[in-house]
């Protein structure tokens, strides 16, 4: 099989396993990844999980990826707070959740971060869609409120106002476009009560004149 054949049939799905070429072509010579890595047609994600190079390209790709290459997760974090402008800090690591274990994973598209929520606490994500030429694809990132909410679940020591003001939340945002009801709901839905007080000690910080 020839590169131009496997990216013919590959290449609009972006990243693929050793598992799904193998269903699709079960006489699929595995060095033929190999040597298309040495020839930098593909980038190795992790164990058995590779992308096209050409897609470092592409922006989004890499929000893409986080989700493919690790599952069930959703941008959330700093990275999500970032992409809505909340924090006014550049953000190179993509930062995700997953109920599963936290794990990093570094390669050619960047360093991919997961931590770990219960399961409880893994909702409040949508889904995005990708520009093209992989506008058939998307990716999942939480809302803006359960970006926060994450945080401040993962980063416990955020239990003062002097510590909400390190966090340099975005005042024009918080006053603006927070929405406060979905960020009260998320934290009652999460029936952790440390982290309702968490949020309610946010609102003092930012909300109250």
Not at 3 to 30: K, M, S, T
Not at 51 to 60: I, M, N, T, V, Y
Not at 98 to 109: D, E, K, L, M
Request: hydrophobic share 40%; glycine share 4%.
């Amino acid at each position: 099989m020839t590169y131009l054949e496997f990216r013919e049939q590959w290449h609009e799905l972006g990243c693929f396993n050793i598992y799904q070429v193998r269903a699709w072509n079960p006489g699929f010579d595995r060095s033929n990844l190999t040597r298309w890595v040495k020839h930098g047609y593909l980038a190795k994600l992790r164990q058995d999980w590779y992308a096209f190079s050409d897609l470092k390209r592409e922006p989004e790709f890499a929000r893409y990826l986080a989700q493919r290459i690790c599952t069930p997760s959703y941008i959330s974090l700093h990275a999500a707070l970032s992409f809505y402008g909340i924090i006014p800090e550049a953000v190179t690591q993509i930062t995700s959740v997953t109920s599963n274990r936290p794990t990093v994973y570094s390669n050619a598209f960047g360093e991919f971060s997961y931590q770990s929520v219960k399961p409880a606490l893994f909702f409040g994500f949508r889904q995005m869609p990708m520009p093209q030429p992989m506008s058939q694809a998307s990716y999942l990132i939480a809302f803006p409120e359960k970006a926060i909410l994450d945080l401040l679940y993962l980063y416990p020591q955020y239990n003062t106002a002097e510590a909400m003001l390190e966090l340099r939340f975005d005042e024009w945002w918080m006053q603006e476009e927070l929405d406060r009801e979905r960020l009260l709901d998320f934290a009652s839905k999460s029936g952790v009560k440390s982290l309702q007080s968490r949020v309610n000690l946010l609102f003092k910080t930012y909300l109250d004149d």
